[in-house]
């Protein structure tokens, strides 16, 4: 495979899934990747831990600025720690481990999507700018067999427990055919 | 909707039983002869660890509604040739009728093509005549296969 590659497997997630368990209303918090204008995530629930904060700009002319990270007194890839990473600390704890093991240097955005049996995130490829700064790790919190995640011309099922890296610049997309939620932390990497 | 996917034997063993049951009960001639189905766990255990068991599931809703279950391996004869030898497949009835089991055997194709497979067997039985699936799919009749019980 070019497009996956699993990097651990038997990562101990119970204690964040019971935590995610006990506090449902964290899904509700912030909906900004559902309500994105034809986005690929409109059947995707995700609690943000760690997220670039909306930046205001005045004129089509900033936004270029900002999209190239040239915009003054802003860093396009700074993401900081959200509120909801307070209330799950066992998240925190699994992703610094990711990135003290992969030896990573600056940790980007943070998230827990959950995608609903039946549900799919539609066919997308991220984008140029966050692709080629950022790496994707995916943290397997729980799925069942049913999942099908395609990437290009190849796809997995990801197991609860394990670890990947995924090509995220090219197009990918997932369909949650199992009984049950899907939940993954999804984690951006620099080296 | 119905995905595949690989998946592992010792992951779905279990799951797929009671359907093995149904199957063969559909198929098989050994039930005609007083023998009854007995997979080998340990055979399939150990073909899933060597790496030539190769098992694709369709689910729906996450439950088991179609698969493919084959050996690949260098033919005993040709070892330059890498072939995937039959052992079983099923469509859930109520989904004979559309394209699952083109859509099934498309998607073992392209899993055998990554893997640099050359030659692929099918098999087609008498009773349960799947030629016009294997016809459509571009696979050439070769071979009859013929059974005496002694």
Not at chain 1, 49 to 62: A, M, N
Not at chain 1, 96 to 122: D, E, Q, Y
Not at chain 2, 124 to 146: C, G, I, M, N, W
Request: hydrophobic share 40%; aromatic share 12%; proline share 5%.
């Amino acid at each position: 495979m070019r497009n996956f590659l699993k990097i651990a497997e038997g990562v101990n997630v119970t204690p964040l899934l019971n935590a995610i368990y006990r506090k449902p209303d964290l899904w509700k918090a912030d909906d900004f990747l559902r309500k994105f204008p034809q986005g690929p995530f409109g059947e995707t629930d995700t609690i943000y831990l760690r997220f670039q904060d909306h930046v205001k700009v005045d004129t089509d002319e900033e936004l270029e600025l900002y999209k190239q990270n040239k915009l003054a007194g802003y860093d396009l890839h700074e993401c900081p720690w959200r509120p909801e990473i307070n209330e799950l600390p066992e998240a925190r704890a699994l992703i610094m481990a990711l990135m003290t093991s992969t030896g990573a240097t600056r940790l980007g955005r943070c998230m827990i999507n959950r995608i609903v049996p039946g549900g799919k995130i539609f066919p997308h490829a991220d984008s140029k700018w966050h692709a080629e700064y950022w790496d994707r790790y995916h943290v397997v919190v729980q799925s069942e067999p049913g999942n099908v995640f395609r990437c290009g011309d190849e796809q997995v099922w990801m197991r609860p427990g394990e670890v990947w890296w995924f090509q995220n610049s090219i197009e990918h997309e997932v369909l949650n055919n199992s009984a049950e939620d899907r939940i993954h932390i999804v984690v951006d990497l620099r080296f | 909707m119905l995905t595949f996917a690989i998946e592992r034997f010792s992951d779905v063993y279990g799951e797929l039983l009671p359907l093995l049951y149904e199957h063969y009960a559909e198929i098989s001639t050994h039930k005609d002869h007083g023998v009854e189905l007995e997979p080998q766990v340990g055979v399939y255990r150990a073909r899933e660890t060597d790496g030539s068991l190769m098992m694709v599931i369709g689910r729906e809703t996450g439950q088991i509604a179609a698969y493919f279950v084959c050996f690949i391996a260098p033919g005993l004869h040709y070892a330059s040739c890498l072939t995937c030898s039959p052992d079983i497949f099923y469509v859930r009835p109520d989904l004979r009728m559309g394209r699952t089991g083109i859509r099934m055997f498309k998607f073992v194709e392209a899993e055998l093509r990554r893997r640099g497979v050359k030659r692929w067997a099918v098999g087609s039985k008498v009773e349960h005549d799947a030629s016009a699936l294997f016809r459509y799919l571009d696979f050439q009749p070769v071979e009859t296969t013929y059974e005496k019980w002694l």
